[in-house]
């Protein structure tokens, strides 16, 4: 058996290492199936290994369940965070499933990826769902990621080859904090703080870039300016969703018989908590200015197509009269019949000396007159 270790890869070419070997994994659900059946399929998927106590810490890659069964095995001593990215089939998750001792029911939940956040205790472990969101190349990801705890054993499950918790990786290998010095009930807390502290730098993104909409739109409003307001609210929608569950998913842990013994375990729950309560808030905040962007647009264009129309208005009613005028004096009577007599009553106008430089000056004058009278009520 080869153990694979891997603690030169630096931090930044870890995506591209896992990129590379990302393949979608499909799951099949079965209408009508009795409770506890799963069913998955796709390529077996990654596991990563991290095994720590106070004095060290080594993270690992394998490449079967055999291969993971006797690490575990040969260093039961330690803590282990073993991470599985890819539902993987349901040989593997039957595999797991023995390995463990997990429930059905929780897996069943696993390969169901829109499961709301959860907390379930099953014979020996505990069972946690939580949505893990980020941005990423400015789309954003809603995905689940699902926790099974034991003593000394954490697992995390995950579609995605991306997350939010390369902090708590960097913490476990250089020994920051005390997350070392903690059981893995305590890992399993920083890992999900780790998640919900994860959601206000998407506040501040999407505040900033509510800004500069805002901005904008101030400037000149555009038809697309529309479909970004849409967005914005569908994501705010998305995350409010994802971090309202959250909150309850600790309030129930909070409530749980296991957390009440554990006093330090507890306040820090608590504190995460604290920190779901005040995403609520600020999306509740940024909720409210993303509904008033619409109205800033409707009103920007409203304003401009009221200037538009204030335009074409006095323009119209400057060119009224003239237009009048030159409908008239285009008429264009005959002096005379064929005959060449006289036709009585006809417009003298036409016929006098200079008559087209006076009726240009008298436009002209009826022109600058009306547009001093738009100044002085204002209207220019």
């Not at 720590?52 to 080594?58: H, I, K, Q, R, S």
């Not at 390969?111 to 472990?125: A, C, E, L």
């Not at 969101?133 to 499950?157: C, G, M, P, S």
């Not at 009726?359 to 100044?375: D, N, Q, S, T």
Request: aromatic share 10%; with cysteine.
């Amino acid at each position: 058996m080869s153990i694979e270790k891997e603690p030169q890869i630096p931090q930044t070419d870890r995506r591209s290492v896992r990129e590379s070997v990302r393949e979608e994994n499909q799951t099949v659900f079965h209408t009508g199936e009795f409770p506890g059946n799963f069913e998955a399929s796709g390529k077996d998927p990654a596991i990563e290994v991290f095994s720590y106590d106070v004095n060290e810490a080594t993270r690992y890659a394998f490449a079967t369940m055999e291969q993971l069964n006797a690490h575990i095995a040969q260093n039961q001593h330690l803590t282990h965070w073993i991470n599985i990215e890819g539902y993987g089939n349901t040989a593997f998750l039957q595999k797991l499933q023995e390995r463990f001792g997990l429930h059905s029911l929780a897996l069943e939940d696993v390969v169901s990826i829109n499961q709301r956040p959860k907390v379930d205790y099953y014979d020996g472990h505990w069972f946690i769902i939580s949505r893990m969101l980020y941005f990423y190349e400015h789309k954003l990801i809603n995905e689940q990621i699902a926790f099974f705890i034991f003593d000394k054993i954490v697992i995390t499950i995950q579609d995605e080859l991306e997350d939010c918790l390369d902090t708590i990786r960097d913490r476990i290998l250089k020994g920051k904090g005390q997350i070392r010095s903690q059981s893995a009930a305590y890992l399993a807390y920083a890992l999900m703080d780790a998640i919900v502290d994860n959601y206000f730098p998407m506040i501040e993104d999407i505040n900033h870039r509510m800004t500069l909409l805002e901005e904008s739109i101030m400037l000149e409003p555009m038809p697309h300016h529309v479909n970004e307001i849409m967005n914005i609210k569908r994501e705010i929608i998305q995350i409010r969703k994802a971090a309202l569950a959250e909150r309850d998913k600790l309030n129930e842990l909070l409530r749980s018989d296991y957390v009440k013994k554990d006093e330090k375990l507890e306040m820090y729950l608590r504190d995460a908590q604290d920190h779901s309560i005040q995403i609520v808030d600020l999306l509740e905040a940024e909720k409210e200015i993303a509904y008033s962007l619409m109205d800033v647009y409707m009103s920007n264009v409203g304003n401009k197509t009221n200037d538009i129309m204030k335009f074409l208005t006095l323009t119209s009613s400057i060119f009224i009269p003239l237009t009048f005028i030159a409908g008239i004096y285009g008429m264009n009577f005959s002096k005379e019949d064929e005959d060449g007599k006289r036709i009585p009553g006809n417009m003298p106008e036409l016929y006098m000396p200079y008559g087209y430089e006076i009726v240009w000056a008298g436009m002209i004058l009826i022109a600058i007159g009306i547009v001093l009278f738009f100044k002085k009520k204002k209207w220019l």
